[in-house]
Protein backbone atom coordinates (compact mmCIF):
# COMPACT_ATOMS: atom_id res chain seq x y z
CA UNK A 1 0.00 0.00 0.00
CA UNK A 2 2.67 2.14 1.09
CA UNK A 3 4.12 2.19 -2.25
CA UNK A 4 0.70 4.04 -3.90
CA UNK A 5 1.06 7.16 -1.60
CA UNK A 6 4.36 8.85 -3.33
CA UNK A 7 4.28 10.44 -6.73
CA UNK A 8 8.06 11.63 -7.70
CA UNK A 9 8.37 14.69 -9.50
CA UNK A 10 4.36 15.62 -9.04
CA UNK A 11 5.12 18.91 -10.81
CA UNK A 12 7.40 18.06 -13.64
CA UNK A 13 6.80 19.21 -17.13
CA UNK A 14 5.92 17.41 -20.01
CA UNK A 15 8.40 17.02 -22.24
CA UNK A 16 6.92 19.06 -25.52
CA UNK A 17 7.13 22.33 -26.29
CA UNK A 18 10.15 24.72 -26.56
CA UNK A 19 13.32 24.79 -24.01
CA UNK A 20 12.98 27.96 -23.97
CA UNK A 21 9.25 28.13 -22.97
CA UNK A 22 9.83 25.11 -20.63
CA UNK A 23 12.59 27.59 -18.98
CA UNK A 24 9.66 30.62 -18.49
CA UNK A 25 6.96 28.19 -16.76
CA UNK A 26 9.75 26.82 -14.40
CA UNK A 27 10.87 30.30 -13.20
CA UNK A 28 7.23 31.38 -13.42
CA UNK A 29 6.46 28.55 -11.02
CA UNK A 30 8.82 29.47 -8.70
CA UNK A 31 7.89 33.29 -8.57
CA UNK A 32 4.22 32.43 -8.43
CA UNK A 33 4.69 30.59 -5.19
CA UNK A 34 7.48 32.43 -3.81
CA UNK A 35 5.33 35.78 -4.17
CA UNK A 36 1.87 34.90 -5.21
CA UNK A 37 0.25 36.33 -8.56
CA UNK A 38 -0.42 40.18 -6.96
CA UNK A 39 3.10 40.20 -6.08
CA UNK A 40 4.95 38.27 -8.96
CA UNK A 41 6.05 40.68 -11.75
CA UNK A 42 6.92 39.53 -15.11
CA UNK A 43 10.57 41.00 -14.62
CA UNK A 44 11.16 38.83 -11.67
CA UNK A 45 9.55 36.14 -13.87
CA UNK A 46 12.28 36.73 -16.66
CA UNK A 47 15.02 36.68 -14.62
CA UNK A 48 14.33 33.66 -12.78
CA UNK A 49 13.58 31.91 -16.40
CA UNK A 50 17.35 33.40 -17.54
CA UNK A 51 15.27 35.66 -20.55
CA UNK A 52 14.61 38.99 -21.13
CA UNK A 53 11.28 40.79 -20.34
CA UNK A 54 10.95 40.90 -24.24
CA UNK A 55 11.49 37.55 -24.82
CA UNK A 56 8.95 36.72 -22.46
CA UNK A 57 6.20 38.53 -24.28
CA UNK A 58 6.67 36.74 -27.13
CA UNK A 59 5.52 33.90 -25.36
CA UNK A 60 3.03 35.35 -23.22
CA UNK A 61 1.37 38.48 -23.94
CA UNK A 62 0.41 39.36 -19.87
CA UNK A 63 1.14 37.61 -16.28
CA UNK A 64 -2.51 36.10 -16.34
CA UNK A 65 -2.09 34.31 -19.47
CA UNK A 66 1.12 33.06 -17.94
CA UNK A 67 -0.40 31.95 -14.72
CA UNK A 68 -2.82 30.12 -16.51
CA UNK A 69 -0.87 28.31 -18.93
CA UNK A 70 1.31 27.36 -15.89
CA UNK A 71 -2.07 26.18 -14.56
CA UNK A 72 -3.03 24.05 -17.58
CA UNK A 73 0.35 22.06 -18.13
CA UNK A 74 1.09 21.53 -14.18
CA UNK A 75 -2.21 20.22 -13.85
CA UNK A 76 -2.78 17.87 -16.65
CA UNK A 77 0.05 16.20 -16.75
CA UNK A 78 -0.72 15.47 -13.03
CA UNK A 79 -4.16 14.09 -13.50
CA UNK A 80 -2.98 12.53 -16.34
CA UNK A 81 -0.14 10.46 -14.41
CA UNK A 82 -2.56 10.00 -11.23
CA UNK A 83 -5.34 8.51 -13.38
CA UNK A 84 -3.70 5.76 -15.41
CA UNK A 85 -6.04 2.86 -14.88
CA UNK A 86 -5.77 -0.61 -16.35
CA UNK A 87 -8.91 -1.40 -18.49
CA UNK A 88 -7.88 -5.32 -17.11
CA UNK A 89 -6.63 -4.27 -13.91
CA UNK A 90 -9.03 -5.66 -10.66
CA UNK A 91 -11.35 -2.62 -9.74
CA UNK A 92 -10.88 -2.63 -6.13
CA UNK A 93 -7.17 -2.55 -6.71
CA UNK A 94 -6.90 0.29 -9.68
CA UNK A 95 -9.07 2.49 -7.87
CA UNK A 96 -7.22 1.95 -4.51
CA UNK A 97 -4.10 2.73 -6.64
CA UNK A 98 -5.32 5.73 -8.05
CA UNK A 99 -6.39 7.25 -4.74
CA UNK A 100 -3.26 6.61 -3.74
CA UNK A 101 -1.31 8.39 -5.95
CA UNK A 102 -4.22 11.30 -6.57
CA UNK A 103 -3.90 12.11 -2.48
CA UNK A 104 0.38 12.00 -2.55
CA UNK A 105 -0.32 14.73 -5.66
CA UNK A 106 -2.64 16.72 -3.57
CA UNK A 107 -0.82 16.70 -0.67
CA UNK A 108 2.62 18.30 -1.90
CA UNK A 109 3.11 21.48 -0.29
CA UNK A 110 3.73 23.18 -4.18
CA UNK A 111 -0.15 21.72 -5.10
CA UNK A 112 -0.90 23.46 -1.62
CA UNK A 113 0.09 26.73 -2.41
CA UNK A 114 -0.76 27.01 -6.13
CA UNK A 115 -4.20 26.12 -4.85
CA UNK A 116 -4.28 28.80 -2.17
CA UNK A 117 -3.05 31.00 -5.09
CA UNK A 118 -5.69 30.35 -7.64
CA UNK A 119 -8.28 31.32 -4.83
CA UNK A 120 -6.82 34.67 -4.17
CA UNK A 121 -7.07 35.24 -7.45
CA UNK A 122 -10.12 33.37 -9.14
CA UNK A 123 -12.76 36.55 -8.04
CA UNK A 124 -10.32 38.94 -9.94
CA UNK A 125 -9.58 36.61 -12.86
CA UNK A 126 -12.45 33.92 -13.26
CA UNK A 127 -10.14 32.79 -16.54
CA UNK A 128 -7.71 31.59 -13.93
CA UNK A 129 -9.83 29.53 -11.73
CA UNK A 130 -11.62 27.91 -15.16
CA UNK A 131 -7.71 27.11 -16.05
CA UNK A 132 -7.14 25.43 -12.93
CA UNK A 133 -10.65 23.81 -13.16
CA UNK A 134 -10.42 22.04 -16.58
CA UNK A 135 -7.12 21.16 -16.72
CA UNK A 136 -6.74 19.19 -13.29
CA UNK A 137 -10.20 18.56 -12.44
CA UNK A 138 -11.90 18.15 -15.32
CA UNK A 139 -9.13 15.78 -16.93
CA UNK A 140 -9.16 13.83 -14.07
CA UNK A 141 -12.81 13.46 -14.02
CA UNK A 142 -12.77 12.55 -18.15
CA UNK A 143 -10.24 9.52 -17.27
CA UNK A 144 -11.89 8.12 -14.49
CA UNK A 145 -15.26 8.66 -16.18
CA UNK A 146 -13.98 6.41 -19.45
CA UNK A 147 -12.63 3.59 -17.24
CA UNK A 148 -15.39 3.19 -14.83
CA UNK A 149 -18.01 3.46 -18.06
CA UNK A 150 -15.42 0.80 -19.44
CA UNK A 151 -15.90 -1.36 -15.94
CA UNK A 152 -19.71 -1.27 -16.34
CA UNK A 153 -20.23 -2.10 -19.95
CA UNK A 154 -18.12 -5.82 -19.02
CA UNK A 155 -20.31 -6.00 -16.00
CA UNK A 156 -17.24 -4.85 -13.60
CA UNK A 157 -19.34 -2.03 -12.16
CA UNK A 158 -22.77 -0.59 -12.34
CA UNK A 159 -22.12 3.18 -12.82
CA UNK A 160 -25.38 4.66 -14.36
CA UNK A 161 -23.54 8.10 -14.79
CA UNK A 162 -19.64 7.46 -14.81
CA UNK A 163 -19.08 11.03 -14.51
CA UNK A 164 -21.49 11.83 -11.69
CA UNK A 165 -19.49 8.91 -9.78
CA UNK A 166 -16.17 10.01 -10.82
CA UNK A 167 -16.66 13.46 -9.27
CA UNK A 168 -17.82 11.73 -6.17
CA UNK A 169 -14.78 9.31 -5.99
CA UNK A 170 -12.21 12.44 -6.33
CA UNK A 171 -14.04 14.36 -3.85
CA UNK A 172 -13.90 11.55 -1.27
CA UNK A 173 -10.24 11.43 -1.99
CA UNK A 174 -9.71 14.53 -0.88
CA UNK A 175 -11.99 15.63 1.56
CA UNK A 176 -10.98 13.70 4.59
CA UNK A 177 -7.14 14.37 3.78
CA UNK A 178 -6.51 17.71 1.55
CA UNK A 179 -9.00 20.26 2.58
CA UNK A 180 -7.69 20.47 5.92
CA UNK A 181 -4.43 21.36 4.16
CA UNK A 182 -6.06 23.95 2.38
CA UNK A 183 -7.48 25.64 5.44
CA UNK A 184 -4.67 25.92 7.51
CA UNK A 185 -3.20 22.51 9.15
CA UNK A 186 0.44 22.84 7.23
CA UNK A 187 1.30 19.10 8.14
CA UNK A 188 0.65 16.28 5.67
CA UNK A 189 -1.53 13.42 7.09
CA UNK A 190 0.39 10.45 8.07
CA UNK A 191 0.25 7.41 6.10
CA UNK A 192 -2.27 5.40 7.97
CA UNK A 193 -4.42 8.14 7.94
CA UNK A 194 -3.90 8.38 4.45
CA UNK A 195 -4.51 4.60 4.01
CA UNK A 196 -7.37 4.79 6.07
CA UNK A 197 -9.45 7.26 4.24
CA UNK A 198 -8.45 5.22 0.66
CA UNK A 199 -9.67 1.98 2.43
CA UNK A 200 -13.10 3.79 3.46
CA UNK A 201 -13.05 5.81 -0.04
CA UNK A 202 -12.74 2.65 -2.26
CA UNK A 203 -15.29 0.95 0.35
CA UNK A 204 -18.08 3.03 0.42
CA UNK A 205 -17.54 3.66 -3.88
CA UNK A 206 -17.89 -0.34 -4.48
CA UNK A 207 -20.51 -0.69 -2.24
CA UNK A 208 -22.58 1.98 -4.33
CA UNK A 209 -21.59 0.76 -7.55
CA UNK A 210 -20.51 -2.93 -7.36
CA UNK A 211 -22.31 -5.17 -9.88
CA UNK A 212 -25.69 -6.52 -8.87
CA UNK A 213 -25.36 -9.87 -7.24
Not at 3 to 11: E, H, I, K, Q, S
Not at 17 to 33: C, H, M
Not at 121 to 144: N, Q, R, S
Amino acid sequence: MAATLTLPDVWAFPSHGTEKRRRILDGAGGVFLASGFDGASMGEIARAAGVSKGTLYTYFVSKEELFRALLREKCASTAERCFVLEPEGDVRAELTAVAGRYIAAMAEPEYIATVRVVIGVADKFPAVGAAYHEAGIETAVALLSDWLAAKSARGELAVEAPELAARQFICSCYAQTVTPMLFGQMEQPAPDEIAKAIRFTVDAFLRAFGPAA
